[in-house]
């Protein structure tokens, strides 16, 4: 049997797999990136994509030096330059201002999908990286390869795989990695509203006790709903018609946005907080979803996995010889695994002091809220660690 031989395979193209597959094929290695689900094409006239993320700087930056940002902000994304957050049980209330930063925005919201295929146009042109519309089926690692086989039969062989095949990785379970996983007992709904008053470039969310509600400003003036509720609530609000869906948004939302005057087709995913256990062993790495889910209240889910991009890249690239060694990827997850292990913890940590209504507990998160909101340098910290221009971050990543 013919066997293809490359320097790495990618399993998974999505956003956090087709970043590394351009970020080592920039950097000379020759990759083969598997994706069964390759889009066809990206259509500027279809209904925005219902995935969305709040992209932060520190992913616009590893997308400026992959070469794909220009070709990103030409699309509808849309920069939010405030962000408002209140809890709907009291008055506490924080507000970013971009401006009061020195920055001129604090990220963009753009649709997963628009992603994805900038990605892979950028990787059309990279002679280094083959992209394989096919799924990953069994693999063998051996002492000096890992061998990859398709369902035709094909079989590819490199030094390293990498796992960026999402939260039910394959990759994981057939390399036999456990997952510590908790589920919220959640689920986010998404859809695409429309509202009375504009969205100010701002992403507003309500800390709701079910769970918190964001509004996220769209390029076509409307706004990217994720509403983070308790399963119950999801089941009943997914039953309902658009019209009933939209009168109970809006009651869930207030007032700062006028009515709700339209809803889209909705979509729900059930919340979980996963952590593979390794995200090294011999020959093989995760990055992205495979490696961690976390709650989306903070959008932060995307960002964390292409700073394990990033990191994993600049981890082989500062390694001599072989890239499966143990060794090297030891340095990578020494890096990640505990920042994303905090960034996972902080998260629980908000869905726990927000999402109840412990009488001790209301006044003080209140408290909590509007004093941070008068500390600047607090909240500026708070908010450079969000955006990405602080931390322990990846030279790809930095702006
Ligand atoms: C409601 C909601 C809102 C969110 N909002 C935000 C946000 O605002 N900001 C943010 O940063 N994050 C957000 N996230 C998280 C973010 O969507 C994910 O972290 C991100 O999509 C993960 O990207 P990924 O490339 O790791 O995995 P995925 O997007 O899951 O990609 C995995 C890819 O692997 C492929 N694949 C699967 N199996 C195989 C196989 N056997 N062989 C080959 N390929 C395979 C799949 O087809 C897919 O293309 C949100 C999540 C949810 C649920």
């Known amino acids: 049997m013919k066997q293809t031989r490359f320097d790495v395979i990618v399993v998974g193209a999505g956003m956090v797999g087709a970043a590394l597959a351009c970020a080592l094929g920039l950097s000379g290695k020759r990759v083969a990136l598997l994706e069964?689900?390759?889009?066809?094409?990206?259509?500027?006239?279809?209904?925005?994509?219902?995935?969305?993320?709040?992209?932060?700087r520190a992913s616009q930056a590893l997308f400026e030096r992959l070469g794909v940002w220009q070709a990103l902000a030409a699309q509808r994304i849309s920069p939010f330059e405030n962000m408002t957050v209140w809890d709907a049980t009291g008055s506490g209330e924080i507000h970013f201002d971009s401006a009061e930063m020195g920055e001129p925005y604090l990220g963009h919201?753009?649709?997963?999908?628009?992603?994805?295929?900038?990605?892979?146009?950028?990787?059309?042109?990279?002679?280094?990286?083959?992209?394989?519309?096919?799924?990953l089926s069994e693999l063998a690692f051996e002492p000096d390869q890992v061998t990859v086989s398709l369902a035709d039969g094909t079989e590819l062989s490199a030094e390293l795989l990498?796992?960026?095949?999402?939260?039910?990785?394959?990759?994981?379970?057939?390399?036999?990695?456990?997952?510590?996983?908790?589920?919220?007992?959640?689920?986010?709904?998404?859809?695409?509203?429309?509202?009375?008053?504009?969205?100010?470039?701002?992403?507003?969310?309500?800390?709701?006790?079910?769970?918190?509600?964001?509004?996220?400003?769209?390029?076509?003036?409307?706004?990217?709903?994720?509403?983070?509720?308790?399963?119950?609530?999801?089941?009943?609000?997914?039953?309902?018609?658009?019209?009933?869906?939209?009168?109970?948004?809006?009651?869930?939302?207030?007032?700062?946005?006028?009515?709700?005057t339209?809803?889209?087709?909705?979509?729900?995913?059930?919340?979980?907080?996963?952590?593979?256990?390794?995200?090294v062993k011999p020959r093989l790495a995760l990055v992205g979803d495979a490696a961690h889910t976390i709650h989306p209240l903070a959008g932060q889910g995307v960002n964390i996995g292409l700073l394990d991009a990033s990191a994993l890249t600049e981890s082989l690239l500062e390694s001599k010889g072989d890239l499966g060694q143990l060794r090297v990827l030891r340095?990578?997850?020494?890096?990640?695994?505990?920042?994303?292990?905090l960034m996972m913890h902080t998260m629980d940590g908000f869905y726990r002091v927000f999402g109840n209504d412990h009488l001790p507990l209301v006044p003080l998160r209140n408290f909590a809220l509007s004093f941070a909101d008068r500390v600047s340098p607090l909240k500026s910290q708070l908010m450079r660690h969000a955006m990405g221009l602080e931390g322990d971050l990846p030279q790809w990543s930095r702006s």
């Not at 997952?179 to 969205?199: F, M, N, W």
């Open 331 to 341: 340095r990578y997850e020494r890096w990640r695994r505990g920042n994303n292990s």
């Open 109 to 135: 919201i753009i649709e997963n999908r628009l992603v994805q295929w900038a990605l892979l146009q950028r990787l059309a042109q990279l002679a280094s990286v083959t992209v394989i519309e096919a799924a």
């Open 262 to 279: 339209a809803v889209s087709e909705r979509a729900a995913f059930p919340l979980l907080r996963r952590h593979a256990e390794q995200y």
């Open 36 to 56: 069964p689900h390759l889009p066809a094409s990206f259509d500027l006239d279809a209904e925005p994509d219902l995935r969305v993320s709040a992209i932060n």
């Open 162 to 260: 990498v796992g960026a095949d999402g939260a039910h990785s394959r990759v994981r379970a057939l390399a036999g990695i456990e997952v510590l996983s908790r589920a919220y007992d959640q689920k986010g709904i998404v859809c695409h509203v429309a509202t009375e008053k504009p969205h100010q470039r701002t992403a507003w969310q309500r800390f709701l006790p079910s769970g918190p509600l964001a509004f996220l400003p769209l390029a076509d003036g409307r706004c990217s709903l994720v509403w983070s509720c308790d399963d119950a609530v999801a089941e009943q609000m997914m039953a309902l018609s658009d019209e009933d869906f939209r009168l109970e948004l809006a009651q869930a939302f207030g007032e700062r946005l006028g009515a709700v």
